[in-house]
């Protein structure tokens, strides 16, 4: 029988800890909070934590993406609303021509669409953990308390085999120096922004905060990549991943974002 802690999700973590240290929609006690706007270097929270090791140096555990960016950059700041689905997409959206906006036949990855941005998060371990699904594939009974780090990029989806291929993004396997490694993450999208932040996604606000601690690494940039390589992933990956997840709205008080250099 699987350990329980195995069978976790952070996010049902998340939970525990919240009704353990934290009073119930109260963020006074948590750390620096994420998603934010990756060109604004301001930030008053007080809680500091050590920066993760590079990911080059930690296990692979988990990759999902959301539907939009959860972040915000100059290259992608278009606000596509404040559900659930809203967050931010890449710019150059407007700009995509009708090949690229061609739909595929039928559903691909349940909710996605050429045109559509979405981010992907490649999530890394401390942990001697094996990638898997969910992010309870990040810890285990040995380790409960790992350095956590999110190597992020933002994608367009076009219709577009010439656009990058996403099951080269993923992971098959592979490892590197002894450790679980995707097989590529986008290199060419600008120095990634680091900072200390938090878990994201639509179950946290303002007012009901994420208490984990996450080193982030976004890049600036967006890149495309070909809805049929998404497609293909969606059907059958080591994450169990088949659909884009939602957002967190931006974190945007100062109180609730680390400072960086």
């Not at 750390?31 to 007080?46: A, F, M, S, V, Y």
Request: aromatic residues 6%; negative net charge.
């Amino acid at each position: 029988m699987k350990n329980r802690t195995a069978q976790l999700t952070l996010a049902a973590l998340s939970s525990l800890l919240i009704s353990s240290t934290v009073a119930a929609n109260s963020c006074a006690s948590a750390g620096p909070q994420t998603p934010r706007d990756i060109d604004n270097l301001h930030g008053e929270n007080k809680r500091i934590f050590s920066i993760a090791p590079p990911s080059e140096q930690m296990n692979l555990c988990n990759i999902h993406f959301h539907k939009n960016a959860e972040h915000k950059a100059k290259d992608f700041s278009v606000f596509a609303g404040d559900g659930k689905y809203g967050g931010y997409q890449c710019n150059a959206t407007a700009d995509l021509t009708p090949a690229e906006l061609r739909a595929p036949k039928g559903k691909v990855c349940k909710n996605v669409k050429p045109g559509d941005t979405i981010e992907v998060h490649w999530v890394h371990s401390s942990c001697d953990v094996k990638p898997g699904k969910g992010l309870g594939s990040c810890l285990n009974d040995q380790c409960a308390n790992p350095d956590l780090r999110v190597e992020t990029q933002v994608f367009l989806v076009v219709n577009d085999e010439d656009a990058l291929d996403f099951n080269d993004l993923s992971y098959d396997g592979n490892i590197t120096n002894g450790y679980h490694q995707p097989k590529h993450i986008p290199d060419n999208t600008g120095k990634p922004v680091e900072f200390l932040g938090s878990t994201t996604g639509p179950s946290y606000n303002d007012k009901q905060c994420s208490p984990l601690q996450v080193t982030w690494s976004v890049r600036p940039a967006c890149a495309k990549v070909d809805i049929n390589s998404l497609a293909k992933w969606c059907e059958g990956n080591a994450f169990e991943e088949d659909h884009a997840h939602g957002v967190r709205q931006l974190v945007t008080d100062p109180k609730l974002l680390s400072p960086m250099n």
